[in-house]
């Protein structure tokens, strides 16, 4: 067993890692790009590496964690080098109801959303929902309607 494929078994028998990742720690390891491919296809022969079972775990992973689409699509696309197609395949085939995860994620961080009136306090939490990935439309209609 040559030793790129030695590495790339031991960092899969860890944990899941996109085949981008997998390129990206070869090239710091100093491996030559015929070692990488070859690894990396027989890997996904054997079906040890897979974007898309990767994508579906790092999906349940950062959705309980309460981090919307938006979030953990940009993530994947530009963390993890996963593309749009594979994306699109498996958020299409996830049972997520991204409305009721803003809803638990707005009910931990501000237990009391519904009775907030003043407008500082309403752009304090839009902008936490935004920036943990949520569409508008996905909690708006939950913010109390106080005078602003």
């Not at 022969?45 to 994508?55: A, E, G, P, T, V």
């Not at 996963?82 to 049972?95: A, P, R, S, W, Y």
């Amino acid at each position: 067993m040559s030793s790129a494929l030695h590495y790339v078994i031991n960092l899969l028998a860890r944990r899941e890692y996109s085949e981008a990742e997998i390129r990206h720690k070869m090239q710091q390891k100093a491996f030559s790009p015929e070692e990488i491919e070859q690894a990396i296809q027989y890997c996904q022969q054997k079906n040890w590496q897979s974007d898309l079972r990767f994508c579906e775990s790092y999906i349940r992973t950062r959705s309980q964690r309460g981090y919307g689409k938006l979030r953990i699509k940009q993530e994947l696309n530009y963390l993890k080098g996963i593309d749009d197609e594979t994306l699109n395949t498996v958020f299409d085939g996830m049972q997520i109801d991204w409305e009721e995860l803003a809803l638990t994620t707005l009910s931990k961080k501000f237990p009391h959303f519904a009775q907030v009136k003043d407008l500082k306090t309403k752009q304090k939490i839009w902008r936490y929902m935004a920036s943990h990935g949520f569409y508008a439309e996905e909690f708006s209609h939950y913010i109390g309607q106080g005078d602003e």
